[in-house]
């Protein structure tokens, strides 16, 4: 069983629809990640919030709008999607954020399957 | 800057037989090392990390891996292959400096044939 929640499994939506993925982790971890994975490709980092404080953001597009409520807590909406952003999003947590003591072992949601018609 | 490279996007084993799946590594410093699975439909778990002290490492379902700072490689082990060990596996890097960013490699898809 996974500590990182994921929310919901599958996705389909519309170009002009707006919604949100949701992520949440009850492990006491600091630091929350999206990363976006294509099929057959590794997974590419989109933002990293650590200590609630969005602290990497890989030059995305403003179409992708992060959200961290609190430490438990990490969202992902969606508005105005292209078809080529369908692919799985993942969310993973790790015990602390970039420049702290942790190792960067990296616990993974199970995704969530995006679709975009 | 780190980066990760593996070598064989596809291996290809008998049941039973060794499991090698290679992974090299560049690093400005100390590195931190893991290998990642991934099964269909689902997210990545941890199956082994380096991070200091002995360089060989054991994970889940009897997967090792050794750290060779000569040779740049941590590369993935399992002695005897079952059909369940098929699937995606990732080496990643992480730096202690910046251990919140990994560098994943692209990926080697493990077959397993009765």
């Known amino acids: 069983d996974t500590e990182v929640t994921q929310t919901p499994k599958h996705l389909v939506m519309g170009m002009t629809n707006k919604k949100s993925l949701k992520c949440e982790q009850h492990?006491?971890?600091?630091?929350m990640y999206w990363y976006k994975q294509k099929a057959k490709k590794p997974p590419e980092l989109m933002f990293v919030?650590?200590?609630?404080?969005?602290?990497i953001n890989e030059s995305v597009p403003s179409r992708f709008s992060p959200e961290c409520p609190n430490s438990s807590l990490l969202n992902l909406h969606l508005h105005a999607l292209q078809p080529e952003d369908s692919a799985l999003y993942l969310c993973?947590?790790?015990?602390?954020?970039?420049?702290?003591?942790?190792?960067?072992?990296?616990?993974f949601g199970e995704g969530s399957r995006l679709t975009v018609l | 800057a780190q980066s990760v490279t593996q070598l064989g996007s596809h291996v290809s084993v008998s049941e039973g037989a060794l499991v090698l799946l290679r992974c090299n590594y560049s690093?400005?410093?100390?590195?931190?090392l893991f290998w990642y699975v991934q099964y269909p439909n689902q997210g990545l778990q941890l199956l082994l990390k380096?991070?200091?002290?002995?360089?060989l490492v054991k994970g889940i379902n009897g997967f090792e891996a050794e750290f060779k700072k000569s040779e740049t490689s941590f590369h993935l082990t399992k002695p005897s292959a079952h059909m369940s060990d098929a699937a995606e596996y990732f080496c990643?890097?992480?730096?202690?400096?910046?251990?919140?960013?990994?560098?994943f490699g692209d990926g080697t898809t493990l077959t397993v044939k009765p």
């Open positions: 993973a947590s790790s015990q602390s954020g970039a420049g702290g003591p942790a190792t960067g072992e990296l616990f």
């Open positions: 492990m006491g971890h600091r630091a």
């Open positions: 919030y650590s200590y609630e404080k969005l602290s």
């Open positions: 690093s400005s410093v100390p590195p931190y």
């Open positions: 380096y991070t200091t002290g002995a360089t």
């Open positions: 990643a890097v992480s730096l202690n400096t910046n251990a919140g960013k990994s560098t």
